[in-house]
């Protein structure tokens, strides 16, 4: 039965109500030029649901599936296996709460598994606490960035030439409203980061430097002489990690000095699934618990004794006046949080480490058969899965002629970096435990017959 929840004369009595004689009025706002004269040609008036289920069907065959073709694509959003247990315990009856649990006595099942996602995050990126997820990776990084602003009393952030400029974009934009200055350059097609340049850069108007770990490029640097440099001038040190896996095998950005740890926990647990949504990650040291944003699930007793989980130390704009409050983003990823937190589980600490080496390995095999082709050069001395290539021609055109014949084969520096013209040959290329050895041939006899 169709339902028509608004008749004319429906129509009729709210625009009165709100002053206006007909439903153009609502646009009177908007500039002539930038109103459409009439429907979409393109788009068809009427369609039953049946018909456009088929449309959109045969629209979604044109894209590249990635279970379907070899995939090469990272920067920030990576393939990796994710076990059939993971969808069916986040299923279960005590998750299927309400989306915010507030109500602790109906909400033990989704605090607890925070809870513990607290704890997995905290010891993966070696910090002492971290909160309940915040939005994604980016948003995560800015809202460190603010933090350390509070902290510091200072308002001028350094940002590596390695930090995913999508997350620099982010940070740009936010910046734009809060004064914040955020200095930041184009990375080099070279094996050494600019960590140098970083420390040098430090002075005593200096809130927070920014690093990822590894970097766009895939490099990986100490960050222990970075955060001895800041800490040196009262400023803090900021680590973003983009691929956790990768916490398996190399050191945690906490364990070198890191005062603040964001990231992106899509690599575990959560599929691709079209751009989102993901889950951020955020940690820190103790000492700023109370200075860090988002939500923060705590473990307390009730009247009778029993252990139970509440929310806790509540400093976001919904609980306290906003001025005072560590966040204005009123939302954390709970679902992709707890699938995070069911994959690490079933993982644990050596599969975590086993999962890790086996990225390494095949990324290594990928790296030294790519370097060999004719014109290729292996930008990295370091990396984990995921490295930067120089081909001898442009690469984004080599990404589309790839992906033509079926192939997802990396992530161009010019896509990243548009206008960047010491960067439009870079090709960056992931490799996880779902490549194939049929997909490592392809990637290789794709790269070789347009590197002739």
Known sequence: ????????????????????????????????????????AELPAHASELAVERQLTALS?????????PFFLGCGAYKHHIPASVDHIIQRGEFL???????????????????????????????????????????ACWEAIVMARRITRRTKAILSSGL???????????????????????????????????????????????????????????????????????A????????????????????????????EGQSIGVGLQFGGPYVGLFATREKYVRQMPGRLAGET????GKRGFVLTLSTREQHIRREKATSNICTNSGLCALAFSVHMSLLGEKGLRQLAQLNHARACEVADRLAAIPGVR??????????????????RPVVRHLADNGILGGVSLGRLYPGADALQNGLVIAVTETATDEDIDALEAGLKEVCK
């Open 61 to 69: 065959r044109k894209n590249l599936a990635a279970g379907e073709v």
């Open 378 to 395: 292996l930008v990295n001395d370091s990396f984990f899965n995921e490295f930067t290539i120089e081909l001898p021609v442009e690469a």
């Open 301 to 304: 007793v009730d009247a009778e």
């Open 1 to 40: 039965m169709r339902y028509l929840p608004l008749s004319e004369a429906d129509r009729g009595e709210m625009l009165q109500a709100v002053g206006a004689s007909a439903i153009d009025d609502l646009f009177c706002d908007v500039p002539a030029d930038a109103l459409l004269a009439g429907p979409i």
């Open 97 to 139: 709460t309400a989306y915010t649990p507030y109500q602790p006595e109906i909400a033990q099942g989704t605090l607890q598994v925070l809870f513990e996602f607290q704890t997995q995050v905290a010891r993966l990126l070696g910090c002492e606490v971290a909160n309940a997820s915040m939005y994604d990776g980016s948003t």
């Open 164 to 234: 995913h400029p999508h997350y620099v974009s982010v940070a740009n934009t936010m910046a734009k409203f809060t004064g914040d200055v955020l200095n930041t350059s184009l990375p080099e097609l070279n094996a050494a980061t600019d960590a140098d340049k970083l420390i040098a850069a430090i002075d005593g108007e200096t809130s927070a430097v920014v690093v990822q770990y590894p970097d766009i490029l895939g490099r990986i640097t100490d960050l222990t002489p970075i955060a001895e440099a800041a800490h040196a001038n009262g």
């Open 236 to 263: 803090l040190l900021i680590a973003v990690v983009t691929e956790p896996v990768a916490l398996g095998l190399i050191r945690s950005p906490g364990e070198m000095g890191a005062d603040i740890v964001v990231g």
